[in-house]
């Protein structure tokens, strides 16, 4: 896709971190909310398991909201793996936002 390595390092610096803007901006929406971990224990056969699953947000109404982001030709790459993610987390909304390859600005 690049030709030159700092064709490479413009891009990768104008995209760096959009999925954590994006993240923001939907925090931003709704006052009250905040980010969180949770602990859930479980068991597999005889043996005990402890899962840490991050969540991004927590709404006002408690609601416990995780936020992707992916570029759009990766998505059927991504949805099962957020879905398990947060279905494993036991997280309400998954929200997943896709972008053309240049990125989101």
């Known amino acids: ?12 610096v ?5 999925g954590k803007r ?3 901006y939907v925090m931003e929406q709704e ?7 949770k602990m859930l224990k ?22 416990h909201m995780e936020i992707k982001t992916c570029f759009a030709n ?6 099962p793996l957020a879905w398990l993610q947060s279905y494993l987390g036991k997280v309400d ?3 997943l936002r896709a972008e053309g390859q240049a990125g989101c600005h």
């Not at 896709?1 to 990768?12: H, I, P, Y």
């Not at 104008?14 to 959009?18: C, K």
């Open 1 to 12: 896709k690049f030709e030159e390595e700092e064709e490479w390092n413009a891009w990768a």
């Open 14 to 18: 104008q995209n760096s971190y959009w």
């Open 22 to 24: 994006f993240e923001k």
């Open 31 to 37: 006052s009250g909310i905040k980010a969180t971990y």
């Open 42 to 63: 479980g068991n597999i056969g005889d043996k005990r398991i402890l899962i840490s699953a991050e969540v991004d947000s927590v709404t006002a109404e408690g609601e």
């Open 74 to 79: 990766k998505l059927k790459d991504k949805v």
């Open 93 to 95: 909304v998954l929200l």
